[in-house]
């Protein structure tokens, strides 16, 4: 297609699967395609994409996020430098078996129906079929990944990888089986790290209930927000130092319901302003109190089944109960008791899964852990020492906080989709094997059984950065692109699996797997909710990308997003939130039709920077400086100013500040002045037109290639029409405009910064007045300059302007204005508009403005209002009282240029 031939309106969807298919083609994304061979030598760039789970639908979360890496890609890669940006799916434990269980429940099956291996092989089936669906979804917002490395964190060469790592921390004695409080979630029947139980701040209860002294002298009152686990309490604790309870210490009570007797216990965990002081003990279902139990050698009592329903362990009446039913009966039966002292809101935070958002119940359990305090001191040292750096700033700080405090790792999980525990037990000896590959024999001559558990899926997750470059074997990949440069990521995966990776790194490869976490805002809707499936306030990309483009969808989100802000759009108006970017989309496209046209002919050049150098193809010359006008220097100028302005801001990571820089030039400084400008040249009716041609096309190809990284199909689709352009050329692996030192013109943009102002005063006064857009006027201008001399044709055209003379202003009632130098225009009105209406329209406005002036003043002359009235409140009125005042003064001045 040539530049005649583009459609007059920009329709994205016919261009951007076909420009995607032709990147492909080129090899365009890949480190050793093309591009790659080219920049040997150059220091990589390396993106880890964070591997959207294999189940996953493309969300706003996943656009934006993708968008930020593959704007910072594409800089790169146009930088000159092999750019990887790796993409990968995850296997997503429970999340993927979540699916498929829901799936076989359909047929009337659960898992245990089919066993463990017909279960796996039905989701490797379902994985097979929908696993690479988020990938593809990618590529239709331009996604520049390399989808040649592509993984999956269960693929053989990861899990070898696994296995390594299992092996090589357990025999440092890092990896250790123990008995412990852990998260469990009662539907997807598994243990849950700390990260992976939310924490969500809930308007609960805080119950009172009297225990009962054994000897008969009272009772001591304890305060829980889980009365039913009151059943399998062994103990009460009160603070060793509190006075209140100093002689109970050592006493018993009567546990009521179950009738057993416990002790009355001093520990220094326990909070003496939390409730009355005194803490009932369930060894066997709180943290804290299996701790107590430890040291002072408890009875545990496990009083739940792996559902949560009461177990055998309770009185027969609660047996099977749900555990919020067994709260309710214990609450009942203390107040039927007289043993329900109090009940009290209170406001918690209570644990949830991150996948199905039940409440998670704390509940002892035999699990794997890793030990994490020697893999965390590298990890914080990186930071503190200057060689991990986070933006925002304050991330770092976080990060350095959960380091400090870190607590070991549940890594093993109750289900059947992952990466098994590499241990096998013996029955016959008791041994246990921990080994890199699998084992069906034990050395005494017995079967050997696997563990039944999986891994944590983070567990595979934390390995990426070197394990899909081919770790444990010192591959190519993993020599070139080991460590990598940035990780781009949400806050809220900064502990699941930013940190872990540092960790990762340190412990295997010797060296931390990135330099810079750049930690992005959330997308959110206009009451700033996070978008949910749940509360039904998501945006579905693909349909913005259908609708508007993934240009305007990539524009919208980076000009939206300051660094460590939020991305606000409106769910219920998709066409006024992504109206920026599909407006922009359009003023491009329009803006380039209309030059790509005008660059066609034996006389198209473009400039370099001060100078010009000739177009591809022949009958192309330089164009000498001395043959550019103030305008020409001016957009030269505005162009080197944009290139190292948006360059300063992409190496900033200030990516809207980026977007603005090229938005500003492309809108205004090119399309809305410099166009206008040149047309009379570039029609022919004024010399200059084949300097104006090289300076357009040259300062519009900058553009194109600054806004690339953002809005890569309509800056493609441009830039390749430009005369004489080769076939396998794209922007993609263009090289990034430098700045120019021959560019800065000060006194270039000092002077037609001046002729903006004289244009804009003129438009402004015709807008006041109501001068009829077909009329010109008449304008006196105090001084010559210069730049209204060279530029007096744009002055008239832009500005609809008949005569355009210098000297002091005529006796004739008319406008008047001041421009930022001191200079003064002045324009006749007498024939452009009536006089006599006008002044009665401007009188009629000056005695409203009276009469709401008077109002104001009786207002805050009244006393009991200035000294009863909130501060706040006095000082808007004395505000809108100053606005109306300046209102009329400006109606008087125009009064009195007019002669009313």
């Keep these: 297609m040539s530049a005649d031939e583009l459609p007059p309106q920009y329709n994205p969807a016919a261009i951007e699967a076909e420009l995607y298919r032709r990147w492909l083609k080129l090899e365009s994304f890949r480190p050793d395609g093309p591009m790659g061979r080219r920049t040997a030598g150059q220091q990589p760039y390396v993106i880890m994409m964070p591997p959207p789970n294999v189940t996953a639908v493309l969300h706003m979360g996943h656009g934006l996020n993708n968008t930020i890496q593959d704007v910072l890609v594409r800089f790169e890669r146009m930088r000159g430098r092999p750019a990887l940006w790796l993409p990968g799916t995850d296997h997503a434990g429970i999340a993927t078996q979540n699916v498929v269980e829901k799936l076989i429940a359909r047929e009337g099956q659960t898992r245990f129906d089919l066993g463990r291996e017909e279960f796996v092989r039905r989701v490797w089936a379902f994985v097979d079929q929908t696993g690479s669906t988020i990938l593809d979804q990618l590529k239709a917002i331009g996604s520049s990944a390399d989808w040649s490395r592509t993984y999956f964190t269960l693929d053989e060469d990861l899990s070898r990888a696994v296995r390594e790592v299992f092996v090589r921390l357990h025999e440092k004695g890092l990896i250790y089986r123990g008995k412990y409080i852990i998260n469990w979630c009662p539907r997807c029947l598994t243990a849950l790290s700390n990260e992976e139980a939310e924490k969500e701040e809930t308007d609960g209860r805080l119950w009172r209930l009297r225990y009962p002294l054994t000897d008969g002298s009272g009772h001591l009152t304890v305060a ?144 794997w852990f890793v030990r994490m305090k020697p893999l965390a001191e590298p990890a914080l040292k990186a930071y503190t020492d200057g060689k991990l750096r986070f933006i925002p700033e304050r991330r770092g700080e976080e990060y350095a906080h959960w380091m ?230 001016w957009i030269i100028a505005r162009c080197d100013a944009m290139v190292r302005d948006a360059t300063a801001n992409y190496e900033k990571f200030r990516l809207n500040e980026a977007a603005s820089a090229v938005y500003h030039f492309v809108w205004s400084d090119l399309a809305d002045w410099y166009l206008e400008q040149a047309k009379p040249r570039l029609y022919g009716s004024e010399p200059g037109g084949d300097v104006a041609r090289a300076v357009i096309g040259r300062t519009f190809e900058v553009a194109l290639a600054v806004l690339h990284p953002i809005m890569p199909f309509v800056t493609e689709a441009l830039w390749r029409r430009f005369p004489g352009r080769a076939a396998g050329a794209t922007l993609v692996t263009a090289p990034w405009p430098l700045k120019d030192d021959r560019a800065p013109d000060a006194a270039a943009e000092r002077e037609f910064a001046l002729v903006q102002e004289l244009v804009g005063a003129i438009r402004q006064i015709r807008a006041e007045y109501g001068v009829e857009p077909g009329k010109a006027v008449n304008v006196r201008v105090s001084v010559e300059r210069p730049a209204f001399r060279a530029e007096a044709g744009t002055i008239r055209r832009l500005a609809k302007v008949g005569t355009l003379a210098y000297g002091a202003p005529l006796a004739e009632p008319g406008a008047n204005a001041v421009l930022s130098d001191g200079t003064a225009l002045y324009i006749a009105l007498g024939e452009l508009v009536d006089l006599r209406k006008e002044c009665e329209r401007l009188g009629a406005e000056s005695a409203r403005l009276g009469q709401l002036i008077e109002g104001q003043r009786k207002k805050l002359g009244n006393e009991q209002f200035t000294s009863r009235a909130p501060a706040n409140v006095v000082q808007h009125e004395r505000d809108k009282l100053a606005s109306l005042e300046q209102q009329r003064q400006v109606l008087s001045e125009k009064r009195q240029q007019l002669g009313c």
Excluded at 581 to 608: C, E
Excluded at 619 to 633: C, I, N, Q, S, W
């Design 404 to 633: 400090g405090t870190i607590r070991d790792w549940c890594i093993s999980r109750q289900l059947w989709w992952g990466h098994r525990i590499p241990v096998w037990y013996c029955d016959g000896c008791g041994k246990t094997a921990v080994s890199r590959t699998d084992l069906a024999v034990c050395p005494c001559g017995h079967p050997l059984r696997q563990d039944e558990d999986v891994l944590d899926t983070w567990f595979s997750s934390w390995l990426v950065p070197f394990s899909s470059l081919g770790w444990p074997e010192r591959t190519e990949d993993l020599r070139r692109f080991y460590p990598g440069s940035v990780l781009v990521t949400a806050p809220e995966i900064l502990f699941f699996w930013v940190a872990r990776m540092v960790m990762a790194g340190c412990e295997f490869m010797g060296d931390i797997p990135f330099h810079t976490v750049y930690l992005h805002g959330t997308v959110r809707d206009t009451q700033h909710r996070k978008m949910s499936k749940s509360l039904g306030n998501g945006i579905d990309p693909l349909e913005v990308v259908e609708k508007f483009g993934a240009d305007a969808l990539r524009y919208t989100v980076v000009a939206g997003m300051a660094v460590g802000t939020d991305v606000i759009l409106d769910p219920d108006d998709l066409e006024t939130s992504f109206a920026p970017g599909r407006n922009f989309a359009n003023k491009v496209w329009n803006a380039g039709r209309f030059i790509l046209t005008n660059l066609d002919g034996p006389t198209g050049r473009r400039a370099d920077g001060r100078g010009l150098r000739p177009l591809a193809g022949k009958h192309r010359t330089v164009v000498r400086p001395d043959e550019l006008g103030l305008a020409d220097r």
């Design 224 to 367: 829980t927000t889980r009365p039913e686990t009151m059943l399998g309490d062994t103990a009460v604790a009160v603070h060793p130092e509190d006075e209140r309870y100093a002689r109970l210490i050592g006493r018993r009570v009567r546990l009521p319901l179950a009738d057993r007797e416990i002790p009355i216990i001093a520990d220094e965990a326990i909070d003496r302003a939390f409730g009355t002081g005194a803490v009932k003990v369930t060894p066997a279902h709180d943290p804290v109190d299996f701790e107590i139990g430890q040291r002072h050698g408890l009875q545990v009592i496990d009083i739940m089944t792996p559902e949560a329903r009461m177990a055998e362990t309770v009185p027969e009446r609660f047996q099977g109960l749900d555990r919020f039913e067994a709260r309710k009966r214990v609450v009942q039966e203390f107040e039927a008791l007289g043993l329900l002292d109090k009940v009290e809101n209170h406001r918690h935070a209570v644990g949830h899964c991150y996948r199905c958002d039940t409440v998670i119940e704390p509940r002892l359990s035999d699990q």
